[in-house]
């Protein structure tokens, strides 16, 4: 018999909070927990469902010594990775940190949602 774990986060019992200015960035940013760091054996610090509305966005910041994953689920990103910018659009995927200045905006004319999970 194999062992393991098996974690389902049901939307209903979703932490959800609204961030404004999100680490100085422009309007409120809903983030969505998915699971929690004892949930994820410790493996990351964050995984969550960001939702933007048009204009708003995360500011600049770092993870150092950490990692970020995006993926685009729905609308435009325009991301900002050491001082390069890239649209992302529904499917994309964006691994970011070790140290790298990013932040992430909401310039389309659509509500952008996005997963990101932070490893530690």
Known sequence: ??????MIGRTEDRR???RAN???GNGSVEV???FDETQSLGKTRM???LTFPVGASIGSH????????FIVVSGEATVTDN?????LRPGDVMF??????HSVENRGPETLVLYAVIFN
């Open 47 to 49: 995984t969550a469902q």
């Open 1 to 6: 018999q194999a062992g393991g774990i098996a």
């Open 96 to 101: 970011t940190g070790g140290g790298g200045e």
């Open 83 to 87: 001082g390069e910018v890239h649209t």
């Open 16 to 18: 959800v909070e609204q």
């Open 22 to 24: 999100m680490r100085g």
């Open 32 to 34: 969505a927990h998915l």
């Open 62 to 69: 770092t993870h150092d010594p950490e990692a970020e994953l």
